[in-house]
């Protein structure tokens, strides 16, 4: 069944986030690495041939990595190499050009926030901060020096309240993108990274791992007959009980308008029969209370354990096509998928 396949196959919020990072990353190395070259030409033909020669190799270096992990996300050896460096070369200057190099000091604060995340950010400027202003202090008039060292920690600090904000932010963000608005459960951005990870615990440690995929019976009749309105407070109640059921570490996605999948780690078959049959009892013998009437609403549920030599994609599939079972006998009851997926041929 391409259905619910389909609807999975988009990137994921993290995805989009990582890629977004390495890209920043990688433009700041590559930045970093001509304007060192650059420079290096300029301090070879005004006779700073130690200082020219490190900023060659640096340069070198820079761009080499740049090239090596284009696309790819730089390990943090090497960015803390990168930082290592140029905090090196600029102490440098600041001994041997005064007050010129000091002004190489404020980018490299600024760079440790987009290289580092968070604390790791605030950490790294922060030991440049206290790195440059030795140096200053030692080479530069007392005068001049502790006004270069305080804009230096108003940088520090300024940094420091934007990355909190900025990971604050992205929790936030990160929590709207992958929640559905409606009822609370996530929804369907992260369903293909948790059934991949579930498929790679089993096929590396044969940890099991079930997947529910639920469906309101008739609830376009419902819709029709009480308006939408009320059926999105049937689905916010549905939601609700199905919370009571599930584990914490069970995982609950709205996927559809009406159908859910529920992600049980560590489960076989037959703990998610267990937990199908309290679901679809938790929603049928209680009716469902709106603002002007209640109704009865049932619950049709397909499960299926993870299996060797399956994709996430496979999996999937013979838990919807047990949910199609369960519909064509009846609804309101649980069916088990086959060992063997029948769509197993199924492409995206």
Not at 75 to 99: C, E, H, K, Q
Not at 115 to 136: D, E, H, N
């Amino acid at each position: 069944m391409q259905r619910i396949a389909k609807k999975l196959s988009t990137e994921s919020a993290d995805d989009l986030l990582q890629k977004f990072k390495i890209k920043v990353t990688g433009n700041i190395m590559w930045a970093g690495g001509i304007t060192v070259l650059l420079l290096t030409v300029a301090q070879l033909l005004i006779g700073n041939t130690a200082q020219g020669s490190v900023m060659l190799v640096a340069g070198v270096f820079f761009i080499g990595m740049a090239w090596r992990y284009h696309g790819r996300r730089i390990p943090i050896i090497i960015r803390l190499s990168f930082i290592g460096l140029l905090s090196a070369i600029t102490a440098m200057s600041i001994v041997l050009n005064s007050y010129i190099g000091v002004y190489w000091t404020y980018p490299l604060l600024v760079a440790c926030f987009f290289l580092f995340s968070g604390r790791q950010g605030i950490g790294a400027a922060a030991v440049l901060t206290l790195l440059f202003s030795t140096v200053v202090f030692v080479s530069l008039p007392l005068n001049d020096s502790w006004r270069v060292c305080a804009s230096l920690a108003i940088i520090l600090v300024l940094g420091a309240v934007f990355a909190v904000l900025l990971e604050q932010l992205q929790q936030l963000l990160r929590k709207l993108v992958v929640t559905d608005t409606l009822t609370g459960v996530q929804n369907r951005h992260l369903v293909t990274q948790v059934l991949e990870e579930a498929s790679y615990r089993f096929a590396r440690y044969r940890r099991p791992s079930s997947i529910i995929m639920a469906d309101l019976d008739h609830f376009k009749k419902l819709n029709d007959a009480h308006g939408h309105l009320f059926g999105d407070q049937i689905l916010k109640q549905v939601a609700e009980r199905m919370r009571s059921v599930l584990r914490q570490n069970d995982q609950l996605f709205r996927v559809g308008g009406e159908e859910f999948l529920i992600v049980l780690a560590e489960a076989q078959l037959s703990d998610a029969l267990r937990v199908a049959d309290k679901l679809k009892n938790t929603i049928s013998q209680t009716p469902f209370r709106g603002k002007t009437t209640q109704v009865e609403v049932t619950l049709s549920l397909g499960v299926a354990e993870v299996v060797k030599d399956q994709s996430w994609v496979e999996w999937l599939n013979r838990a919807d096509t047990a949910l199609l079972e369960a519909k064509r006998k009846g609804r309101n009851q649980v069916r088990k998928a086959s060992s063997v997926s029948r769509d197993a041929s199924l492409q995206l």
